[in-house]
């Protein structure tokens, strides 16, 4: 009788159970709460003020230009103290006609260009925003941001370097020896125009999120010419062949600060080279006649960091090379020609005196007849001679 009464209670329990369930399907459930984002963050470009001719042109953020056009740029957004909530996400275009979407394939970026928005919790405190491209130039695909480091620990700065290569060219090895000598230099297919663009604003200051940007050149570029001009001390019966160029004595790298802009220089051993396609003959005129200067490195194949140069002293003792003095490397300009008078292969010196201006060319004129030759010293004074030597004339 005992076991009969626990196998009924157990059955109540049991049905209990399953009434329960039952009634739990019916419950309705409450719907899920939608998620808010930000307004949709996007970017318009703007075209800087600059006047320096480099390797974009004019239009080179803009709609209508098929040829040079920027492609790709990074960009790092920070909200007052808090973390980056944008951090060196690429934006990239895929035609010169096309508008600026977040590059989700690009290393840097994290995020879906779809779920890109303002901050949601703080329309109006200002985000400080760097942008920065160094040579994305179109090709429809998203080119490397390449030379320069992450930012660093201070937002809004970072380390720029020019790209170099080593390789063989003809050059002076040494007391009239010419022949092959391995050198690094400055990569000049390889240079890229440098350009950032910074800005500080709130979601609420923006028309519907979008933020303006503008971007300027944080290079100067540097042209060379040549002219052979004389007076009455000077030779004008001389002719010369100009084959090559060299520029010593320049930094080559350095650390930007949106801030503070350009320190911390360095890599002044490396040069500037240039082989001439086609020599250039060249003939000494006389004094008045105004020789136009023939182009020997045009605006926006040499592109600088910002310096100002410590020039070579021309009047060094002949024993001493150009630019191995104690401390940093003097600036000069050397020129490899030949005399077309005397047959000789000749490398002659000037010394460069400039300071380089973000986004300005600087050009520089060289007078042939003022070179130096650091192994030439017909008057034994111990001082490196200028190349071509006064006209022999008869005493009154």
């Not at 963050?41 to 040079?68: C, E, H, M, P």
């Not at 000049?188 to 440098?194: F, G, V």
Request: charged residues 15%.
């Amino acid at each position: 009788m005992k076991k009969l009464l626990v196998l009924s209670a157990l059955a109540a329990v049991s049905t209990a159970f399953v009434a329960c369930s039952s009634n739990d399907d019916l419950v309705q459930q409450a719907p899920e709460v939608p998620q808010t984002k930000g307004t949709p963050f996007s970017v318009s470009i703007q075209n800087g003020t600059d006047t320096r001719a480099t390797l974009y042109n004019a239009d080179a953020w803009n709609k209508t230009n098929t040829t040079t056009w920027v492609n790709a740029f990074k960009l790092y957004g920070k909200q007052a103290s808090n973390d980056p909530w944008m951090n060196n996400v690429v934006f990239a275009r895929s035609a010169y006609n096309a508008d600026w979407v977040a590059d989700r394939s690009a290393a840097e970026a994290t995020i879906n260009p779809a779920d890109l928005t303002w901050p949601v919790a703080d329309k109006t405190t200002p985000t400080s925003f760097y942008a920065i491209t160094d040579g994305a130039i179109g090709t429809g695909t998203t080119a490397a941001i390449a030379g320069v480091s992450e930012w660093m620990s201070t937002p809004g700065s970072f380390t720029y370097t020019q790209p170099t290569t080593t390789d063989e060219f003809e050059w002076d090895s040494g007391n009239y020896t010419f022949e092959n000598v391995t050198d690094s230099h400055v990569s000049t297919a390889s240079l890229t125009d440098l350009m950032v663009a910074t800005t500080t604003k709130a979601e609420s200051e923006t028309t519907g999120g979008v933020l303006p940007l503008n971007f300027k050149h944080l290079l100067a570029g540097l042209s060379i010419q040549v002219k052979f001009e004389s007076d009455d001390a000077l030779d004008v019966a001389s002719t010369a062949t100009i084959y090559a160029v060299m520029v010593r004595g320049l930094y080559t790298s350095g650390t930007y600060s949106f801030a503070t802009g350009w320190s911390n220089h360095s890599g002044d051993g490396i040069c500037y080279y240039k082989q001439l396609a086609t020599p250039i003959n060249i003939a000494a005129v006389a004094e008045g006649s105004h020789q136009v200067p023939l182009p020997l490195v045009n605006a926006g194949e040499w592109l600088v960091i910002p310096q100002t140069t410590t020039p070579w002293d021309e009047t060094t003792d002949k024993t001493t090379f150009p630019g191995l003095k104690s401390g940093r490397q003097m600036a000069y300009v050397a020129l490899y020609i030949t005399d077309n008078v005397t047959g000789d292969d000749l490398v002659v010196y000037y010394p460069l005196n400039t300071t380089f201006n973000a986004s300005k060319n600087r050009t520089i004129t060289i007078e042939l007849s003022l070179g130096r030759d650091i192994w030439l010293d017909t008057n034994n004074d111990g001082k490196a001679d200028y190349q071509f030597e006064p006209s022999q004339t008869d005493a009154n």
